[in-house]
């Protein structure tokens, strides 16, 4: 563990927290820590990680400016269930990049984790894009990426990052019961 280790984890749980409490202060920080991951995964060879924090920035950035445009006076999108077939097309769809990620990492770069890398990665990439359609299950899916990605991070050597995702781990169970209440209250 390092000191920019550290920090990135630090930067990246108040963008976390301060999103969560609705501050838009959680947005630039998400890009920070984003940021300072990408080094961090690159140089521990976690490239499909690498991958998906430079997709974090741009969704950092998008979210920034959403919140600058719209403010919060926008009708909320209601939570509902994950519809079966987006549920099969998900699974089906984060396996298939995963493997196919994964055989192409293991070909052609030096890591020693290609699948595991390389299906943590493709997860977040898609359960960021249904995370939007405010799908009651996302929160499950993140819990057991993150509990996955604590363990590889962990294998890494990248303990503050480990306990960084227990944490997140954490967020999204109390997301999960978050939700709930609100789908079984509309």
Request: aromatic residues 16%; proline residues 3%; neutral net charge.
């Amino acid at each position: 563990m390092t000191d920019f280790e550290l920090i990135a984890a630090a930067i990246t749980l108040a963008g976390v927290l301060c999103t969560a409490l609705g501050s838009i202060a959680g947005w630039p920080l998400g890009v920070v820590g984003a940021a300072l991951y990408v080094l961090i995964f690159f140089e521990t060879k976690l490239y499909a990680e690498t991958v998906l924090q430079a997709f974090y920035i741009v969704m950092g950035f998008y979210g920034w400016w959403t919140w600058r445009k719209t403010g919060h006076s926008r009708p909320e999108r209601p939570v509902t269930r994950m519809p079966v077939n987006i549920q099969i097309f998900s699974i089906l769809l984060t396996a298939a990049g995963g493997i196919i990620t994964g055989l192409l990492m293991d070909q052609y770069s030096d890591t020693d984790v290609p699948y595991l890398d390389a299906l943590l990665g493709f997860s977040g990439l898609v359960i960021t894009g249904q995370m939007a359609k405010k799908y009651l299950e996302n929160w499950i899916w993140w819990i057991v990426v993150d509990l996955a990605a604590s363990v590889l991070f962990y294998y890494k050597g990248l303990t503050a990052t480990a306990v960084l995702y227990l944490f997140l781990a954490s967020l999204a169970a109390m997301g999960f019961i978050k939700w709930k209440k609100e789908l079984l209250l509309n």
